[in-house]
């Protein structure tokens, strides 16, 4: 069993700057794939990044260059660093954990947070 915790979400305007955390219970956090997903509403979840035990990336095409994502594995902590931030951007965020390789599903992945809010204004 995992538990995740987001935070860090808020307001900010078209441009700036979030970074997102997301805290991990459990004793094999360094065994799972760790992904952040967004929800806008009326929208179906969506894959934004996702990094693996080794350190391994992958982003969505439409964060790519602009968000980044990382991992502490001795702190239990993944993060979502978000640079230049669009209206479009605008969505529940949510972090997950799957331990069936790094993959954009939603599906694939076990565990989920609550979500954090992060909208952008124009």
């Known amino acids: 069993q995992v538990h995740l915790v987001e935070s860090g979400g808020g307001l900010v305007q078209a441009g700036g700057s979030l970074k997102l955390s997301c805290t991990a219970s459990g004793r094999t956090f360094s065994n799972y794939v760790m992904g952040w997903f967004r929800q806008a509403p009326g929208k179906e979840r969506e894959f934004v990044a996702g990094i693996n035990p080794t350190g391994g990336r992958n982003y969505a095409d439409s964060v790519r260059g602009r968000f980044t994502i990382s991992r502490d594995n001795a702190k239990k902590m993944v993060y979502l660093q978000m640079n230049s931030l669009k209206p479009e951007d605008t969505a529940v965020y949510y972090c997950?954990?799957?331990?069936?390789?790094?993959?954009?599903?939603?599906?694939?992945?076990?565990?989920w947070g609550q979500g954090t809010q992060v909208t952008v204004s124009s």
């Open positions: 997950a954990c799957a331990s069936k390789g790094l993959r954009i599903s939603p599906a694939m992945y076990d565990y």
